[in-house]
């Protein structure tokens, strides 16, 4: 009984004391651990972290996208939501190879929206410009297909300094529908399946193919750096992109793809902008 008495009188002086000292220790709010910013990677703007929550990263973390700096400029497109390099150059009425090059893109495919591509081809240098004079900036054209930037074979320029050409009807069917600036581009030409689509002039063949909606199998040919001509609907095409053809020579087969009807439709573009054929086709 007397160890009994002293383990329990020990025990007790023990938990005294304890309690002593707790009442003395300062008191310190428990505190969460604290939180690493890491920021937001380069091109990303308030992507989530996986919860549905936005990342809180300041602005200065955010790095700009290329070419920011051009946006606005003449000769430059700011990329908008849907946009891809081929509708880029449908709309500026380039080469989706050419804007390409031109940005370094190493994939065609990965472009960001407010990402500003080059659009026009840089302007070289020339006698007048290292004398001190102004060179013209790259204006962006009215939406077309795409072509290619480089000229085709050279045509000697007519009176007044302009590459003007004798375009040829490029199928001998009726007139289905003539030019409407706000309605149609150019003529829609009637005829059978399979009747030959004919080049309208000398040129090269700067895009071939039924990558654009609206004008099933295409064929446009850069004549100069003035003209081009579209060939649209055709139901087989006969030549290929880079591919060198003179006025009268079959190009095409009309067809009636992504068209409710067979016909040709055909367009002259004159500095990118759709012009009346009428102006440039004999009568009949």
């Not at 002593?20 to 651990?33: E, F, K, Y």
């Not at 139901?235 to 290929?240: I, Q």
């Amino acid at each position: 009984m007397q160890a009994t008495r002293v383990r329990l009188g020990w025990m007790t002086g023990a938990l005294m004391a304890l309690s002593v000292l707790s009442g003395c220790a300062p008191q310190t709010p428990l505190r969460a651990p604290p939180v690493e910013d890491r920021g937001l990677g380069a091109n990303s703007f308030g992507t989530g972290n996986g919860s549905g929550a936005a990342a809180a990263t300041p602005l200065a973390a955010v790095k700009p996208l290329p070419g920011a700096e051009n946006a606005g400029k003449p000769g430059y497109y700011t990329v908008k939501p849907g946009d891809t390099v081929r509708k880029v150059a449908q709309e500026t009425g380039q080469n989706w190879r050419d804007i390409t090059r031109w940005n370094d893109l190493s994939n065609a495919d990965l472009i960001e929206v407010g990402q500003v591509l080059r659009v026009a081809p840089p302007v070289a240098p020339t006698a007048t410009a290292a004398a001190g004079a102004p060179v013209a900036p790259a204006v962006v054209g009215t939406p077309l297909p795409p072509v290619a930037s480089t000229p085709a074979r050279p045509v000697a320029p007519a009176g007044g300094g302009e590459e003007e050409l004798a375009f040829i009807w490029p199928a001998p069917g009726p007139l289905l529908a003539g030019f409407d600036e706000q309605k149609n581009k150019g003529y829609d030409i009637g005829g059978k399946a399979g009747e030959p689509i004919l080049a309208s002039a000398d040129g090269r063949v700067v895009y071939a193919g039924a990558g654009l909606r609206g004008y099933g199998n295409l064929i446009i040919l850069k004549h100069n750096n003035t003209y081009l001509t579209a060939y649209a609907h055709n139901r087989t095409l006969l030549v290929k992109e880079d591919q060198t053809v003179r006025k009268g020579q079959k190009i095409a087969e009309m067809g009636s793809s992504d068209a409710e009807r067979v016909m040709l439709h055909f367009e002259i573009r004159r500095q990118g902008k759709p012009v009346d054929p009428s102006k440039y086709l004999a009568a009949r």
